[in-house]
Each structure stands twice: as structure tokens, then as C-alpha cells.
């Protein structure tokens, strides 16, 4: 069992290195296709070992994979984007489950999660990645499309081309930093990729997926107006006799569309309505109806939405991407706001210690925590309450503690958190503070 990393790259010198060396202990052979770097990205790639072959880049992301297939000489392929890795308790489970599934030939692929992360980390969308970045090399499966190019088996026409494959998502992570804003700004990724789509367009003006494709390039790019125009035509072109994955995306793209252009309320609850009435399991729809409601100062109607929208993160099982799920701490704050608008003091609090509970180091969510516990409770129950959720002994939870005291202006608290500084933690406060 021969296995091969493969990947596509041009001016990847800052993803490169961590890409390949992360799968060293993984892999037989890697397979990088250069397509024209101008910086170090193929003294990078050889430094590391790689086999390294040239592209002339012909605008078709397919072709260049399909190059890179025919180099490669392993039973079985892990194909990555430069920007994408496995996280760290993924890698050693590579292996067993490619041993698991070897001898099974009526499976081609593994089926991964695919984690959208920007640059500091944070989650903005997380998705069952339906085109496999772990598949057996075979004749019959290659790349199609030129851009957005999926894996297809050429033998499995009544399954719409989509390679057999066992579901491992839960285990397997891999970790994309490609939609980070400031990435796609600086490689002109949106432009790029709005040129080609709109070629793609021209051959077939009624392809739904290529309107969508282009209308969410639009949206991070926040040409609003041309997203909802793309986005509209999707859903004009969808083939009502199938149900495809993406369809619920073209509905959550429009909505925010007419969110972010402040489009009159009936016209977006009416599309609201269209979408949960087709995919009434899609979390993403509540979201944006929630936030639309708050925005209108339709208080207790955007609770309802949002809560909604947290039930459906919490119950997800659809392999459509939903970045409500990517982000259910956002929502959270979210909801968190709609109750403080609301005055509703036992959800304020019921709230902001879940929130603490996923990610303590959070200064404006612990002052309106005690802020509110403040309006009915004494300083002393507060600091056992506190407590509870914060270490007294180390100096990053006092510090925390102090500044939120300071920020809530409330004497009592702020005198018992300094008095449980030592010496050398009270100079490091002066630095701080």
C-alpha cells in the first residue's frame, strides 16, 4: 500500500512547508505541480524531498490535478490544497483507516470535515467535504471543472458521478485557511475566480451551481447588489427534480444578500419562509432572520430565531456547509444581545456562563456577567460565583477578574481582586493596566 500526497501550487511559500512536512510520517511520495511560482515555493517543496513537475497553466484547476495524478505512483492519493492540513489528532489515524478500507473495493474515498478557519484561527464554516481528499488512484476517477473541481468516478453515472466513499468526518479534520479575507484579498482570489466562472458562465448561462459560485465571490468581495443578482439566477436554474447539496447555500446566500442591502422586510421574510419551508433543518436561515428582526427592534421575534437557529447547530447531521454551525459561538453572543435588550436578567446570565464555560478569556462577555449578576446579588456571592469558573491562584484569571471589576465600576470587587495579587503580580498589572 503505496500512498502519495499531491498538491498544486504557485506562490505557496508561506503554506508549503507546513502542508507537506505535517504528512511526512504519512506518506510514501509527494507530488508537488508547480504553475508558475515566481517566489520560493519549488526550493521549498525540493528542500523537503518532494517530487517536483512544471504546469503551463492553462486557467483549468482540473487539468493541473489530473497532471499531478498521472505523476504520482501510490495505491492511494491524499490531495490537499497548499492552504489546507489535517489537525494534529487527524494524522495518525490517515493510515488505519486507508488499511481499514484497502481491501474493499467497492470504496474509493474517505470523507473528511473541512474546517474554514481564518488566519487567527477563528471558525467561519465547517462542512462534510464531499469531494474526497483521500481516494484511490484508479483510471475512472479524475478531476472535472476547471474551477471548483470536484473528484468524479466516470462509472458511477447513476450516482452522479460521485466516487464511492466511507464517511470518517468525525475523526478526520482538515483545516482551510483559503477563505480568510485578508488571503483572498492579497492573491486576488475573487477576481481570478470571477473571470473564470463567468467563461464557465458562457457556456451554459442556466448552470445553477457556477451562478452560485459567482455570487458568493461577489459577496466577499461586498458587492452585495451582483451577489443577490447571481444568487437569484441560482435558484431560477435549480433542476427541481433533483436535491442537491448546495441548494440550501443558494437561499442562505440570498438572505444575506438582502440583509446586508437592507432589503424591505416583507420581501426577505418571504424568501425566509420559501427556504425553511424546503430546508427547515438548516440553522443558518434562523440566524440571519434573527438579525434581521433585531436590526427592526423586533426583540422577542429575534430570541425566537436565534434560539431556533442554536437548536438547529446543536441537532446538524446535513453535509451541507453551514457557517452558523462554524460559528455557534457568534450566534450565542448574538442571542446574548437580544436578551440584554430584552432585560431578561436569568438568560443574560444563563447566556454569558455558557459562553465563559467554551472560552473563559472573554472580557465583555465576564463584565456583562457580572454587571448583571450586580443588579441582584452582593459582592460576595458574585466572587464564589466566580469562582466557580475561574482559577483565584493564577494570574491570568485575576487579571481578567480585575479588569472586568474596574470596567464595572464597583469598588468592593476591585479592592479583593488586587488584595489577592502578590507583589511581583502588581507591578505586572501597572504594564498591563
Known sequence: MYISQCLIAKDEE?????CLSHL???????????TGSTDRTVEIAERLGAKVFHFEWINDFSAARNFALDQAKGDWIIFLDCDEYFDHSSIDLIKKYIKEINGNRNVDGILSKLINIDKDKNIIGIVKNVSPRIFRKKRNIRY??????????SKREKFRFIPAMVDKSENLKILHTGYDKVVVSEKNKNER????????????P?????????SKSFYMEEAYGEALEYAQQALKYIDKSKELDYYPVIYRTILNCMGCLGTPYDEVKEIFEEAVGKYAFYPDYYRIMGL??????????????????????????????????????????????????????????EISVALLNAEKYNYEILSVLIKTLLTSENEESIMMFLAKLYDYTRFKDKIY?????????????????NSILNEEEKQAVKGVL
Open 401 to 417: 477578574l480585575l479588569k472586568a471589576s474596574e470596567f464595572c465600576e464597583n469598588e468592593k470587587m476591585i479592592s479583593y481582586f
Open 193 to 204: 475566480n470571477i473571470s473564470m466562472l463567468k467563461k464557465e458562465l458562457e457556456k451554459n
Open 292 to 349: 434581521v428582526e433585531m436590526r427592526l427592534g423586533r426583540v422577542e421575534k429575534a430570541i425566537e430565531m436565534l434560539e431556533q437557529s442554536i437548536y438547529y447547530c446543536k441537532n446538524y447531521t446535513s453535509f451541507v456547509e453551514s457557517l452558523a454551525v462554524g460559528q455557534v459561538d457568534k450566534v450565542y453572543t448574538e442571542l446574548l444581545n437580544a436578551y440584554i435588550a430584552s432585560d431578561n436578567k436569568p438568560k443574560i446570565v
Open 14 to 18: 508561506e503554506n508549503i512547508e507546513y
Open 24 to 34: 511526512k510520517s504519512v506518506v510514501d511520495e509527494q507530488i508537488v505541480v508547480d
Open 206 to 214: 442556466a448552470d445553477s451551481q457556477v451562478n452560485l459560485y459567482i
Open 144 to 153: 472535472s471543472k476547471p474551477i471548483h473541481e470536484v473528484l468524479s468516478d
